[in-house]
């Protein structure tokens, strides 16, 4: 349809400030507004939020964004706002007249995104809500959510289609990842119920992204003296847990960077007061559990340290993509040490047996990875099922030996905090 075709150009600049879309967001686009189902699956930095979110500003009705997490809902209803675009979240953050407000508007038809968790979409109040409103499609943004081979699994993702069934079995569906591992993929699929989606794949090269490990030795020296050569700069530390994110955090604070710790077990306040100074550039470095991060939108992260080992190359691969999201070069940096792989083994021993065999069997690529002298670029991408014809040259084991760091001693450290 040509008016569609001219009102979606229209927004795309009009609305996002965008000139041309990028890559398959066309294409994508078209599928969605024209009711198809439809996976996409590219990789973070990608685009693929205005995969769905300009489709909605065309479309009649409300579009549903089922989406994992309150600080991701937040950022994205913010930016939609800024953009003057009326789209709302459903929530536990809101009080009983705000949620009635938002349901009020969604009813109304003003609302054109309306972004909920699927704890939320279960609940029966919602369901009887969301039956009366006029819906344009749904969108399951983080897909991999859905997966229990993903590395985020939430158990309720797993009744979204029965819901969406319930409410209209007509609604089309987009989901979105940045999960490529065909295991993974073909498990939304089925969840989902979408064998007859329109599939766009694309490449999970990270061109820019430079990824090194180096073995931990005296971690708390090379961790600064990495982020010495980087200050000023804005960057991620991941760490395993909540208590080694606070030590880190103190540890870079009383080293004269600007850090700010994040995790699960801060206020919701907390998090998101950190998240936004991240954002706004009052803060430079952020410590972190893998709770911060997902559908992060800042574009000028330069570096994402692993402190410690992840527990897949699939969270690896996420993680390390929040860096470098504007295009320009970011460095990702593990710190490797056997000793912390036991440690990961050992949260997996409460686990069932197939879960246990299915977290081994993710830490040993983790292994593998971090260990062989193969160039890292090649080994990631074919964890995707992609093959490289040549090395990428713009990894450590690529670049050895002329990257490689020698003795850590010029590095003074304050330890005592
Ligand atoms: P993903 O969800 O795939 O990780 P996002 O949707 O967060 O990625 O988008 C990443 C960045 O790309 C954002 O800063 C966004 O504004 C930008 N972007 C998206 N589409 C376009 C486009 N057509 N032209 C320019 N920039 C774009
Ligand atoms: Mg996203």
Known sequence: DESIDFELKKNLKEIFGFDNFRGEQEKIIKSIVSGKNTFVIMP?????????????????????????????????????????????????TLNKSEMNRVKNDVIAGNCKLLYIAPESLTKEDNLVFLKKATLSFVAVDEAHCISEWGHDFRPEYRKI??????????????????????????????????????????SFNRTNLYYEVRPKQNAKK??????TQHKGKSGIVYCLSRKKVEEIAELLVVNGFKALPY???L??????????????????????????????????????????????????????GRGGRDGLDGSCLMFYALDDITKLEKFNKDKNVTERDNA??????????????????????????????????????????????????????????
């Open 44 to 92: 973070t930095g990608a685009g693929k939020s205005l995969c769905y979110q300009l489709p909605a500003t065309v479309l009649e009705g409300t579009a549903i964004v089922i989406s994992p997490l309150i600080a991701l809902m937040k950022n994205q209803v913010d930016q939609l706002k800024a953009f003057g675009i009326n789209a709302q979240f459903l929530n536990s």
């Open 161 to 202: 289609k029965e819901i969406i069934e319930n409410i209209n079995p007509d609604l089309p569906i987009i989901a979105l990842t940045a999960t490529a591992t065909p295991k993974v993929q073909i498990d939304i699929q089925k969840s989902l119920n979408m064998d007859d989606s329109h599939i766009f794949k694309t």
């Open 222 to 227: 090379q961790l600064i003296k990495f982020l």
């Open 263 to 265: 995790h699960a077990g």
């Open 267 to 320: 206020d919701s306040d907390v998090r998101m007061k950190n998240q936004d100074a991240f954002l706004k550039e009052d803060c430079d470095i952020v410590v972190a559990t893998i709770a911060f991060g997902m559908g992060i939108d800042k574009p000028d992260v330069r570096f994402v340290v692993h402190y410690d080992a992840p527990k897949s190359l699939e969270g690896y691969y996420q993680e390390t």
């Open 360 to 417: 081994k069997a993710l830490l040993m690529e983790m292994v593998a990875y971090s260990s062989l002298g193969v160039c890292r670029r090649r080994q990631l991408l074919s964890y995707f099922g992609e093959q490289m014809e040549k090395n990428c040259g713009f990894c450590d084991n690529c670049n050895k030996p002329t990257k490689t760091f020698k003795g850590e001693e010029e590095v003074v450290l304050v330890l005592d905090t």
